[in-house]
Nanobody, 125 residues
Framework: QVQLVESGGGLVQAGGSLRLSCAASRRTISNVAMAWFRQGPGKEREFVAAISRGGAYTNYADSVKGRFTISRDNGKNTVYLQMNSLKAEDTADYYC??????????????????WGKGTLVTVSS
């Protein structure tokens, strides 16, 4: 079983940047796909970005393309989400997830096997 812990959230002004980290423990993540989801106030949880097990494939929600970058360091058992040009509508709890379907950048919540507890990102306008 994989345990996922997110960090790096906080308060930032619109136009600013943050980097989220997701550290995995109990087992390696080198053979699983990883993804980030978010849930804004009063909204349903939605897909943000995903990366395949080796990092060859990535997938992004249209709302974050060109602003967010997902990456991974399997040696450190960690996945990152670099968020630039942040907007007020990016305010949300951000969740890290892992999928046993490691060969592609999975984006469906139903494909995820493990979830972190989230980190809050607040963007002030």
């Amino acid at each position: 079983q994989v345990q996922l812990v997110e960090s790096g959230g906080g308060l930032v002004q619109a136009g600013g940047s943050l980097r989220l980290s997701c550290a995995a423990s109990r087992r390696t993540i080198s053979n699983v796909a990883m993804a980030w989801f978010r849930q804004g106030p009063g909204k349903e949880r939605e897909f943000v970005a995903a990366i395949s097990r080796g990092g060859a494939y990535t997938n992004y929600a249209d709302s974050v393309k060109g602003r967010f970058t997902i990456s991974r360091d399997n040696g450190k058992n960690t996945v990152y989400l670099q968020m630039n040009s942040l907007k007020a509508e990016d305010t949300a709890d951000y969740y890290c997830a892992a999928s046993r379907f490691g060969g592609s950048a999975r984006f469906r919540q139903g494909d995820m096997d493990y979830w972190g507890k989230g980190t809050l990102v607040t963007v002030s306008s």
